[in-house]
């Protein structure tokens, strides 16, 4: 049972990694430039942060088999663990986001398929 579980845990590592190659290859396609990927804090991770015109987007890529699947993951206690991861990395970057900061979320689909669901949710 336990190596079913870790079977499982490393496809969905790897999904994850994929989906996030390909959420940051539509964001560069879009002219975004990547300032930093897995941004790791004591309050959480951060898939991706992503910089254009002064504009940072905090990104959480979600990889589902559909791309309504995908925009539906991302609860209340998953917003408010980005909102405090957030905090953290703009006290680490003070330069970042000069023009202001939004979270993105990037869904990602069996296929490959990436669409972007911009300004996601608003700290309340």
Request: glycine share 8%; with cysteine; charged share 20%.
């Amino acid at each position: 049972m336990t190596q079913i579980r870790q079977a499982r845990g490393t496809v969905a590592y790897i999904r994850g990694l994929a989906a996030e190659e390909a959420a940051c290859a539509a964001l560069v396609a879009d002219g975004w430039t990547i300032l930093a990927r897995r941004l790791r804090t004591a309050a959480g991770e951060i898939d991706l942060a992503a910089e254009r015109n002064g504009l940072l987007a905090l990104v959480e890529v979600k990889a589902r088999p559909s791309l309504t699947n995908a925009a539906f993951a991302l609860g209340p206690a998953q917003q408010a663990r980005l909102i405090a991861a957030a905090e953290i990395v703009l006290a680490e970057h003070p330069g970042w986001g000069a023009a202001g900061v939004r979270f993105d979320v990037m869904v990602v689909d069996a296929a490959g398929q990436v669409r972007r669901i911009a300004d996601a949710f608003r700290q309340q």
